[in-house]
């Protein structure tokens, strides 16, 4: 995975450890998805950790741009930010 955490919109640095599980890339339609798990707390210290108090906001990614199998660049328009912030509770979303 990538953080998405610099002060400026650029492409993001490669974390170290992957903690995602179960990852899965589909191209339908002319879109890219990519799905998969991870723990709440990873135990990564470069990694959010979600609890149910702890809420954030979060980046989506819209205009696509080039891509490999290992890696890709940044996205052709700046992300769209959650307008509220959203908490990872178990298997669901809320937001607040």
């Known amino acids: 995975m990538f953080r998405f955490t610099s002060g400026r919109y650029a492409k993001p ?4 450890t992957q903690n995602m599980e179960n ?3 589909t191209y339908v339609n ?4 990519l799905s998969f798990q991870r723990a709440m707390d990873t135990g990564d210290d470069n990694d ?3 609890s149910d108090t702890d809420c954030y906001y979060f980046m989506f990614p819209v205009g696509g741009g080039p891509h490999t199998n290992t890696d890709f660049s940044q996205h052709e328009f700046t992300p769209v930010i959650s ?5 990872v509770r178990g298997e669901y979303f809320k937001r607040f």
């Open 83 to 87: 307008a509220q912030k959203m908490c």
């Open 48 to 50: 959010w950790k979600f």
């Open 23 to 25: 990852a899965t890339v």
């Open 30 to 33: 002319g879109r890219l998805q």
């Open 13 to 16: 640095a490669r974390d170290a």
